[in-house]
């Protein structure tokens, strides 16, 4: 049975009207606590892999003196030259970063509220479950958001600013461009993450079991691959498999969460 007794449907909109307001609340406050942080963590944190001392560079260009695969180019100087070209574009991405770090914080309380509003049109032994899929998912979306920020976004910038067409050029990075490939590289991982949460689901559902990853292994590695080289399109092996091997460990936990397929009365 339910855990609550039926409720109608202004109820429901009752609740989730005052879900939304307490929502919109927490995350307003941390908007504003936010905004007066935001020039620190934008100069050593945002900015942070413009720079050459950025930790991720300085890891792999100590691993460069002793491994030979490891490319020689991280231990070369770096800096980005970031310009703004647009008269506002500083004020607004000042807003829109207090937007997202208040995202960011408030993530755990928002599947909260997600949860306290479905939990009483469960049944008693599907909350254990569903509870569990929310914080499962929420620390793989953290996860994910870190991947993007250590490891994906620095080396993507690393190989596209240092792209040559001609010597002739020099790179100058607009603001608006350097921001829109830091947050749509860093969220986009941490929506990648939620791969394992997505495979328990449509296997609860009946639409995968695990043959389904052991018969599509080999054409997953290539459509990882595709999507790696996408993610940073760098001729450098070492650039690709870092990106590609976080991928490819999504797969393979995905195939050890979804369930077993059947078995048949012959078996």
């Given at each position: 049975m339910a855990?609550?007794?039926?409720?109608?449907?202004?109820?429901?909109?009752?609740?989730?009207?005052?879900?939304?307001?307490?929502?919109?609340?927490?995350?307003?406050?941390?908007?504003?606590?936010?905004?007066?942080?935001?020039?620190?963590?934008?100069?050593?944190?945002?900015?942070?892999?413009?720079?050459?001392?950025?930790?991720?560079?300085?890891?792999?260009?100590?691993?460069?003196?002793?491994?030979?695969?490891?490319?020689?180019f991280m231990g070369k100087p770096f800096r980005v030259d970031v310009i703004n070209i647009k008269l506002a574009s500083q004020f607004f991405i000042h807003m829109s970063l207090s937007f997202w770090l208040a995202l960011l914080i408030t993530f755990p309380y928002l599947i909260y509220e997600v949860w306290k509003f479905v939990c009483?049109?469960?049944?008693?032994?599907?909350?254990?479950?569903?509870?569990?899929?929310?914080?499962?998912?929420?620390?793989?979306?953290?996860?994910?958001?870190?991947?993007?920020?250590?490891?994906?976004?620095?080396?993507?910038?690393?190989?596209?600013?240092?792209?040559?067409?001609?010597?002739?050029?020099s790179n100058q990075l607009a603001l608006d461009s350097y921001m829109n490939y830091f947050l749509m590289l860093i969220f986009m991982m941490g929506i990648m993450f939620e791969l394992p949460l997505l495979s328990m689901l449509f296997s609860?559902?009946?639409?995968?079991?695990?043959?389904?990853?052991?018969?599509?292994?080999?054409h997953a590695i290539t459509v990882l691959l595709i999507v790696a080289a996408v993610?940073?399109?760098?001729?450098?092996?070492?650039?690709?498999?870092?990106?590609?091997?976080?991928?490819?460990i999504l797969w393979e936990i995905s195939a050890l969460l979804v369930r077993r397929e059947a078995k048949t009365e012959c078996d």
């Open positions: 855990a609550q007794s039926e409720m109608s449907f202004w109820d429901h909109l009752e609740a989730l009207r005052w879900m939304l307001i307490r929502v919109f609340i927490v995350l307003g406050a941390f908007m504003l606590l936010g905004f007066m942080f935001i020039p620190y963590l934008f100069d050593h944190v945002v900015m942070a892999p413009s720079r050459g001392d950025f930790f991720l560079y300085r890891w792999i260009a100590e691993a460069g003196q002793s491994l030979s695969f490891v490319p020689d009483p049109a469960l049944y008693d032994n599907e909350k254990k479950g569903v509870k569990w899929s929310f914080v499962f998912g929420t620390v793989m979306f953290f996860l994910g958001c870190i991947v993007g920020y250590s490891v994906v976004f620095p080396l993507t910038l690393r190989f596209l600013y240092t792209y040559e067409l001609s010597p002739n050029i609860k559902l009946g639409m995968i079991n695990r043959s389904f990853f052991r018969k599509y292994r080999r993610i940073t399109p760098s001729s450098d092996p070492f650039t690709l498999m870092a990106v590609f091997i976080p991928i490819y």
